[in-house]
């Protein structure tokens, strides 16, 4: 072996590789295959699926009932990374502009609450929200403000206020890493050449931050998208989003076919979606540096 590397040096990347290219290929190429080839198959009677190939799952997942599901759980995603990204990006900013002594315990202050379970934190949201025993609710009942209880659980506000919560520190991160890196020498460069504070961010802090824009968009999109867990509680079973359709055809309905055939379609628009981002951002950055 010694030899065959003295002989082939660059072989040694590949075998330093070896061992992630094997965990990424068992544990995520291979099911990503293996839900992309259950969707071109049938149902079997009692579950399970039947090796004849059909393409009556693609055509059922855009039957309105579904597509309509589909599309408020991409308004759902949209709205949850624009809210982020409104409430993320001035954390960020803050925090990268504080003395390099502030910024660990700031971090640190931001990541303490998200150390507890998810579910736990959902639940935590579920006792505020709820309609008639909600804190929330009965403290404003209780002070006169309010003469009935305001609809703040089972609808889309409460889904997107339990996503927002969940993941916004998915946002704040990837951003902060790319204005913490942010040379000063530049802004103040555009300050002495009498540029207005818009001017300063818009054509030099914003063009530079974007790759952080980027990365904390995609980390909260992606799983908002898919997300099944807060609608499922804070959802309270009357607004659903495509993950819980998801998880209810493999779980409660045994509909393999089906469900890997949403997984299908879910996973091509977010790769679609991502795509065209990518290419929205690049332009408008090449735009700010003319």
Known sequence: MHRLFARH???RPWLLLLPAALWLFVFFIAPLFIVLAYSFLERGTYGGVIWQFTLENLRRTFDPLYFSTFLRSLYIAIV???FCLVLGYPLAYYIATRPPRQRGTLVLALMIPFWTNFLIRTYAWLTLLRTHTGLINVTLIN???????LPLFGNDFAIILGLVYGWLPDMVLPIYAALDRLDISLVEAAQDLYASGSKVFWRVIWPLSLPGVVAGSMLVFIPSLGAFVTPAILG???SLMI??????????????PFGSALSTVMMAVMLLATLLYFRAVSSEERKALV
């Not at 993950?243 to 393999?256: E, M, T, V």
């Open 143 to 149: 002070l006169g403000i309010i003469q009935k209880p």
């Open 9 to 11: 040096p660059s072989l």
């Open 80 to 82: 949850t990374t624009f």
């Open 243 to 256: 993950g819980n359709i998801i998880s209810n055809q493999f779980l409660a309905a045994h509909d393999w």
């Open 236 to 238: 309270g079973g009357k």
